[in-house]
């Protein structure tokens, strides 16, 4: 059955302690299976490493993860302890996403280069598994040389944490296909989400892959209110500024409409299809959790055999 995720509104800029808190919270209280966040270096939103760490501490039960980490603008092991240390204070919720990302200003800000960028995000997936496993770190590759002690903590759970990667280039998918533990999609929209598992079943066999040990995430905006019309636009309207020009039909691609329109259009995601699907807010307004409570039981119902 699928499980429900929420995006924390830490990607919008201005968001407060009180938002922040308040909506991871609120997430925990309605049901929801798990709490989300973005990266983003060159723009005004919340370091989402910090913001996972403050939300485990207000949290018993969610798993805690990013939508993705841009991964290349940091260093493995930097990032291996980093959320070694998150599932030691969440008591092992904590799911690590990585992608190489495409904003070439996030790799400028960071000193990194951005070229090569994939082959050194695959190479820090066995860095960072390494690490894990609490023995010396002996890396010698094209990119990275390192040769340390152990370096700690370990996870909670013996096997590590689940890594996942993602991204919807083809080179990305093959990525996941090969190295990762799940793939979760960005806001792709609904027409290539909806595609996405018959997608990833043929990807999985032509690199002969079960398909069914390779499950999947998804993405997708949602705006909700008592006028529908208004809460769309509205969320729009915060969110040009992250992207510039969207590039989905916000009209399509949104979750939004009456609490019926809303559920069909999860029910079309082919949310039944992922292991996680994630609802991500386009604007602030912990009152749309409680909409949207509302709207994933009625998709529920609908997805019932």
Not at 1 to 18: F, N, Y
Not at 112 to 131: F, H, K, P, T
Request: aromatic share 8%; charged share 20%.
């Amino acid at each position: 059955m699928t499980k429900w995720g929420i995006g924390i509104p830490s990607h919008l800029p201005g968001a407060t302690r009180t938002e922040i808190l308040g909506y991871a919270r609120k997430t925990e209280e309605l049901g929801f299976d798990s709490l989300w966040v973005g990266d983003r270096i060159v723009y005004g939103n919340l370091d989402p490493l910090a913001t996972l760490s403050a939300v485990a501490a207000v949290t018993e039960r969610v798993e805690l993860a990013p939508t993705t980490l841009i991964a290349p603008i940091r260093t493995p092991v930097e990032i291996a302890k980093t959320f070694a240390t998150l599932d030691v204070l969440s008591a092992g919720r904590s799911r690590l996403v990585m992608s190489v990302g495409h904003r070439l200003d996030d790799y400028a800000a960071t000193g990194q280069e951005a070229s090569g960028r994939g082959a050194r995000l695959e190479e820090m997936v066995a860095i960072i598994r390494l690490a894990w496993t609490g023995e010396p770190v002996h890396h010698e590759g094209s990119y990275y040389q390192i040769d340390v002690g152990p370096v700690g903590p370990r996870p909670v759970r013996p096997r590590g944490i689940p890594l996942w990667l993602a991204g919807d280039s083809a080179p990305a998918r093959a990525r996941a296909v090969r190295l990762g533990d799940g793939h979760m999609s960005g806001t792709a929209g609904l027409d290539a989400t909806s595609r996405m598992r018959t997608d990833f079943d043929r990807s999985c066999l032509e690199h002969g892959r079960d398909p069914a040990s390779l499950p999947l995430g998804a993405t997708a905006f949602f705006a909700l209110g008592a006028d529908p019309d208004a809460a769309l636009a509205r969320g729009m309207a915060d969110l040009l500024p992250y992207y510039g020009t969207l590039h989905w039909d916000p009209e399509l691609d949104v979750i939004w409409g009456s609490p019926e329109a809303a559920a069909e259009r999860i029910i079309r995601y082919g949310a039944a299809t992922f292991e996680t699907f994630v609802f991500v807010p386009s604007s602030f307004g912990i009152e749309q959790l409680d909409l949207l409570r509302d709207v994933v039981t009625l998709a529920e119902a609908r997805l019932e055999p």
